[in-house]
């Protein structure tokens, strides 16, 4: 069974991408802080529910090893954690951090393919600025977790070719857990924000480009944006 390992795969983008990967046939190496806490996770067979630590090179080969490719659905911090402490937890390196332990590590495990989640706040605005410096459009003290998304994309670029091939998925400010996939959703140059950076679109079709990607691959070592 050809197998792909999500890490993060508890959270709700990581859930999505299990589920899509696990209706198309694939196995899936569902890779969580606490087995405990998503033991429901590793209830189908094809599901391998382990214990890992993407800021770990060594716990990422070992998690990967037999995948064809990995997709990075972790965040240092939740909603909740952010909306009620801010970002005096944050540790502004950790993307960076996440980013060379996977480059380490999936080399190590011979996975060659990653595809990893981005911040829309990243995305440029029709003016030629950032969706970050707009106050309309992204919270100024939500700035620490864009630096810090920035930093872990500054880091892949920074190692060239010295990489997997990874793509970096940027979707709109808005993601809809409940909404059923729809399949419309459009793929774009990151360096050029969606006409509307702030909009929406279900995790099931953000589950779906992913996974469109995996099967065919069509962008490389570049960040990209998924509208709905």
Excluded: K, N
């Amino acid at each position: 069974m050809t197998r792909i390992v999500v890490f993060g795969a508890g959270g709700r983008a990581g859930r999505a991408v299990t589920a899509e990967a696990l209706r198309r046939g694939f196995g899936v190496t569902a890779v969580v802080r606490d087995p405990l806490r998503h033991a429901a996770l590793g209830e189908r067979a094809e599901v391998r529910l382990v214990r890992g630590d993407i800021t770990d090179a060594a716990s990422v080969a070992g998690t990967a090893r037999g995948a064809v490719a990995a997709v990075h659905a972790v965040s240092p911090m939740t909603e909740t954690e952010a909306a009620t402490a801010g970002f005096t937890r944050l540790d502004p390196a950790f993307f960076a951090r996440t980013a060379d332990a996977l480059c380490e590590g999936l080399a190590a495990a011979g996975v060659d393919r990653l595809l990893t989640l981005g911040l829309f706040a990243l995305l440029r605005t029709a003016d030629g600025g950032y969706v970050r410096d707009r106050a309309d459009l992204f919270p100024p003290a939500y700035l620490p977790f864009a630096r810090a998304h920035q930093a872990g994309l500054d880091r892949f670029a920074e190692r060239g070719g010295h990489t997997p091939d990874w793509v970096q998925f940027v979707p709109p400010a808005h993601l809809d857990p409940e909404a059923p996939a729809r399949g419309t959703y459009r793929v774009g140059p990151a360096a050029r924000a969606p006409e509307d950076p702030a909009g929406r679109l279900a995790y099931a079709d953000l589950a779906l480009a992913l996974l469109d990607e995996v099967e065919r691959p069509a962008y490389h070592r570049q960040a990209v944006a998924v509208t709905g």
